[in-house]
């Protein structure tokens, strides 16, 4: 199985530890569109060892331009389902839990304590604001991100010890249904993935007070400092 | 005082630059939030997320300096 992974495994820092390490890891992920395509294909790739996957819509036509887990034989049926069984043909030596519910403060707790961390790949700022609460409660880091046209937005809160979620994004500002394409969503999901194997790992500079602020319409990559709001009905 | 504001995807449309393909110029009055420019120029406050200046997320209520170039970003809550 080793062999799989001989190429990250070759990366200095990453080694036969830090494999063992991913594969007794577990993450949740919540939303399986599209960022939670790269997410999903490349945390299992990297050999993840049990991944929780949130995700209770089904399969439409308009999801085809860039939630390239589904194909058109997949419309109308559950999005959870189709993800396991797409990303067990990829690898299947990972554990793929699949929750068909919508995540919320009332299910959060079944799998996020023994989590390692929670991937935000939601579409929604309710559903963002339910896992910025439940990465605060039960002390975990969130990875989040968001993609709108050409711009995205990655950030790493590290629960308990700086700004959460909700000390950025204090209102919800949502444009429905927000226009996404493929490219962009696998930029941020990669970045997103990238960042999530850095932490289970303990790779790298973990980049926390900060969010990195994409701009692909100029290819403009900032990072941005980011501080508590005090007083935050998040996390103070 | 002349601050500027630049933006970029789906705000550009309603900022009007008139700099570059990004920047506003606006002139104000000192002691102004940067929800009340925004309002000055017709920006609704509600298209715009996060202000950034000088590398750092900005509350709306900052009042702007001369000079201050700042950068608006629209709503980016897609996934």
Partial sequence: ?236 | MTIYFKGGGLLKEYLKPDVDAYTRKVETTQGKTIREIMEQINLKPSLVSMAILSGKVIPMSYMPSEGDIITLRPPVQGG
């Fill in chain 1, 1 to 236: 199985m080793q062999t799989r992974y001989a190429r990250q495994i070759a990366i200095p820092g990453w080694g036969e530890q830090g494999q063992n390490t991913l594969s007794k890891s577990t993450v949740v992920v919540v939303g399986a569109g599209g960022l939670g395509f790269p997410v999903l294909s490349y945390l299992t790739a990297a050999g993840v060892g049990r991944i929780v996957l949130f995700e209770y819509d089904t399969v439409n036509e308009t999801n085809l331009n860039r939630q390239l887990l589904y194909t058109m034989n997949a419309i109308g049926q559950p999005k959870v389902q189709k993800a396991i069984h797409r990303l067990t043909e990829m690898n299947p030596h990972g554990q793929m839990i699949p929750v068909p519910e919508p995540f919320s403060d009332n299910n959060a707790g079944r799998y996020l304590p023994d989590a390692d961390l929670i991937i935000d790949c939601a579409d929604n700022y309710e559903t963002r604001l339910a896992i910025a609460r439940a990465a605060h409660r039960y002390r975990k880091t969130m990875v989040h991100g968001a993609v709108a046209g050409f711009l995205g937005t990655v950030g790493t809160f590290n629960s308990g010890y700086g700004p959460c979620f909700q000390c950025v994004y204090h209102e919800k500002t949502d444009v429905s249904p927000p226009p996404v394409f493929g490219a962009m969503a696998g930029i941020v999901g990669s970045i997103q993935a990238t960042e999530a194997i850095k932490i289970l790992i303990n790779y790298g500079n973990i980049v926390y007070n900060q969010i990195l602020t994409i701009d692909m319409e100029t290819g403009q990559f900032e990072r941005v400092m980011i501080s508590k709001r005090e007083p935050c009905p998040v996390c103070s």
